[in-house]
């Protein structure tokens, strides 16, 4: 399955980003990815310094806790920029907890699952936001750049 | 020129030097009462009447006892016969009864009075409202203590967040990797090699469970409180309803009474059901037939006491102390699954609304759990 739009793994963790690139690829979803390891590295690859054209991603897999810069200003720098706004991204993280799951929300998150420990789980839980986001769900109109 | 300051006042105004000692005691802040050595009252100036709400012909000629709380009436016994050694009482604080029946706080002084010869011949208070001072004290203790509170509560969320999003992380990679191994590698495993690879990923999973049940436990300490009419017999029903979906061939019977009104956290309250009615549920799994009650019995005192029942494995009563501490569990994981957090949750939570909780069973006789809550069962 390819759809040509790329997915931006933002992913701290060399265990997590292995087991979730390894379950998309079990489950034949072989868009390109693109890993970001820390928050900082997630905004130069979204928002590049000059006047580089970057394709926007289909769909950003985000976690919470990251160094230097947190999932959740990752999340309110994309809801920020007009050009990024609409991009999907769905929160892939560990945490359960009712204030991670609410601030998510509140910062424009589509989505919210829970990293399971189970690698069948967690390989389901992948490949179904894999489908849904970039083959089922349909994204918004391309919107012009801002001519500034 | 002349002996003492006060020799020049009473020269320059005439006055006697008994009329100037009176000037300066009635208009003192301070209560001044004068005692016989019995403590009876003999002289009280207006601050006395300001504190004590006594006019002095009221008080003159009573025993200091009457300025007493009831439970404080050795401590007048234990001053006076101080004073009747020769010696003194210097800032004792104290509560005391005014004549409305409330109590003041008061820093008294007391000192032996003696004539010309130094023979004793009563003694002097002079005592001092110091609610005020204590009123202070209290609130900085009390500021002292909400800040230590609120860098413990700090510390407790930053421990929690680490636990929440740190500690799963590890486990996800060794049930991954036993899983990739078995995938990868499982034919040159062997049988042996993959039950150990298997092993891994149940414990791994085990691990991640006792984390989610220690947040849980932790969250239902913090929680925030908000309490609103529950019926916990519609909850229960409730809670029923999805175990028998989840488990469509168990032939359980429950008998719920309904409604129980009570005044409770409804998210909180529901977990302490979850948990009592999940473990009838879980014990009564291994029975053809099973029987789960919930209803209330006559509460001794205000408030209201339920009890949740079953007819299932039940347990010793002699560990029934054990069965609401964290991670005890009385059966074998083999047994029966479970992480021991359940009732360690429910007795917080249960605690919290001011209540308490027992249980009584028997081995293969079932478990009854009881609790109470403060609040008033409303009709």
């Keep these: 399955m390819s759809s040509g739009q790329t997915i931006l793994l933002v992913e701290d963790n060399p265990d997590d980003e292995a087991l979730t690139l390894r379950a998309l690829k079990k489950n034949k979803i072989l868009n390109e990815v693109v890993v970001a390891h820390d928050g900082a590295e997630a905004l ?45 991204v769905v929160v892939l993280t560990s945490s359960k907890q009712q204030e991670d799951i609410l601030d998510s929300y509140q910062n424009g998150a589509n989505a919210y699952v829970r990293k399971p420990v189970n690698f069948t789980e967690f390989s389901s839980a992948v490949s179904t936001l894999g489908i849904f986001w970039l083959l089922l769900n349909e994204p918004p109109p391309r919107l012009h750049a801002p001519s500034d | 020129m002349s002996q003492s300051p006060l020799k020049d006042i009473e020269a320059s105004h005439n006055l006697p030097e008994a009329r100037l000692y009176t000037a300066i005691v009635n208009s003192s802040d301070d209560a001044i009462i004068g005692k016989t050595v019995d403590g009876v009252i003999v002289s009280w100036n207006p601050a006395a009447t300001r504190l004590y709400g006594y006019q002095p012909e009221e008080a003159v000629g009573q025993p200091m006892t009457m300025l007493c709380p009831a439970d404080r009436a050795g401590e007048i016994r234990d001053i006076l016969d101080k004073i009747g050694r020769g ?19 008061v820093s008294v ?13 009563g003694a002097s208070s002079i005592a001092r409202d110091v609610t005020e001072q204590k009123q202070a004290r209290a609130a900085a203790e009390l500021g002292r203590r909400a800040e230590a509170l609120q860098r413990a509560n700090g510390n407790l969320e930053t421990f929690t967040y680490s636990v ?13 990797y036993s899983e990739a191994l078995l995938e990868d590698c499982g034919d040159d495993l062997g049988a042996d090699g993959r039950s150990y690879a298997e092993r891994i990923q149940a414990a791994s999973e085990q691990m991640a469970m006792l984390i989610d049940d220690l947040l849980q436990l ?162």
């Design chain 1, 44 to 88: 130069e690859h979204l928002f590049p310094r000059g006047s580089a054209e970057v394709q926007l991603p289909g769909l950003i897999l985000l976690d919470l806790k990251l160094p230097k810069v947190d999932g959740l200003e990752v999340l309110r720098r994309i809801r920020a920029e007009r050009r990024t706004r609409f991009v999907p």
């Design chain 2, 87 to 105: 010696e003194r009482v210097v800032h004792h604080e104290t509560v005391r009864r005014r004549k409305d029946g409330s109590d003041v706080h």
């Design chain 2, 109 to 121: 002084t007391v000192s032996p009075i003696r004539d010309e010869d130094g023979t004793l011949i």
């Design chain 2, 164 to 176: 929440a999003h740190d500690l799963r992380a590890p486990l996800r990679a060794l049930a991954g």
């Design chain 2, 218 to 379: 932790s969250r239902v300490a913090r929680a925030e409180m908000h309490l609103q009419p529950v019926d916990l017999g519609a909850e229960v029903a409730r809670i029923t309803e999805d175990l028998q979906r989840g488990g469509p061939d168990r032939r359980v019977r429950f008998a719920i009474q309904r409604p129980v009104q009570v005044l409770a956290d409804r998210s909180l309250i529901r977990t302490v059901l979850e948990n009592l009615v999940g473990n009838a549920w879980k014990f009564t799994a291994r029975q053809d037939e099973a029987l789960i009650e919930f209803g209330t019995v006559p509460a001794g005192e205000a408030g209201v006491c339920c009890y949740l029942r079953d007819d299932g494995a039940g347990f010793d009563q002699a560990y029934a102390g054990k069965l609401f501490a964290p991670f005890e569990r009385l059966h074998s994981a083999g047994e029966y699954p479970g992480t021991g957090v359940g009732l360690a949750s429910v007795k917080q939570i249960v605690e919290r609304h001011g209540g308490r909780v027992w249980a009584e069973g028997a081995v293969d006789a079932g478990a009854t759990f009881y609790f109470t809550l403060d609040a008033k069962e409303t009709p």
